[in-house]
């Protein structure tokens, strides 16, 4: 299994629409968990981190579920401008902290 | 945005160059990290460091070294640029601790013709 999974997509979703989209994790022991954002030619930036009892920012929300090892992203209301690849980052355990995962992302194209 | 610059931006290469990558961080970070993304592969990571002088291959090192002689800045450098290696680099940072974030770098857009 590998150490971080996402379907790699193109989910293509018309713009109001709810999307959601999973992410595997293969190491139980894993900390931390994040949602990254990536633009088509630019860096990755944080989109939002995801904590134990799930957390929402505006129109997204993030959800662990520790007992099945994954993690998912929700977003409402999508807009046009929504559209990008979300990675998964999986912090490793407290003992190497050094190292971190990052899913190969999954595409979002917002129709309008 | 946190402080962390790659340079250059963009370069084109010969086959058989060698070529440095500079990445430059105001932060104080103690983590650096080199990564290339590649269409279908999502971001590889290279190498990276955990200190100063402290470094560590990752999972695509072959023809690639690098260098961290001081925090601030960590070098990546291909001794012979070979076609394969014509990529995205983004070097990122970040601080120990199981629960922070990293940070990334614009990005260097390096082809070898």
């Known amino acids: 299994r590998k150490e971080v999974e996402q379907d790699p997509g193109p989910f293509n979703v018309p713009e109001g629409a709810t999307v959601a989209f999973n992410c595997t994790y293969s190491n139980s022991a894993s900390q931390s968990f994040f949602w990254y954002r990536q633009d088509c030619r630019k860096e990755p930036k944080l989109l939002m981190s995801v904590y134990s009892s799930g957390n929402e920012d505006g129109r997204f929300t993030a959800q662990l579920n520790r007992a099945s090892q994954y993690i998912s992203l929700l977003i409402r209301d999508s807009k046009l401008s929504d559209s990008a690849t979300y990675l998964c980052?999986?912090?490793?355990?407290?003992?190497?902290?050094?190292?971190?995962?990052f899913g190969k992302g999954t595409r979002l194209h917002i129709l309008p | 945005d946190a402080g962390i610059t790659q340079s250059p931006r963009h370069k084109v290469t010969e086959t058989g160059t060698p070529v440095t990558l500079r990445c430059h961080q105001t932060?104080?970070?103690?983590?650096m990290y080199w990564y290339r993304q590649d269409p279908g592969h999502g971001l590889r990571l290279i190498h990276y460091s955990y200190g100063v002088k402290d470094t560590d291959k990752g999972e695509v090192s072959d023809g690639y070294s690098v260098s961290r002689s001081k925090t601030e800045d960590f070098l990546l450098t291909l001794e012979s640029a070979t076609s394969s290696q014509t990529s995205v680099y983004f070097c990122?940072?970040?601080?120990?601790?199981?629960?922070?974030?990293?940070?990334f770098g614009q990005g260097t857009r390096l082809t070898v013709v």
């Open positions: 990122a940072i970040r601080d120990p601790g199981a629960d922070t974030e990293a940070f």
């Open positions: 932060e104080n970070h103690r983590y």
């Open positions: 980052v999986v912090n490793p355990p407290v003992n190497r902290d050094d190292k971190i995962i």
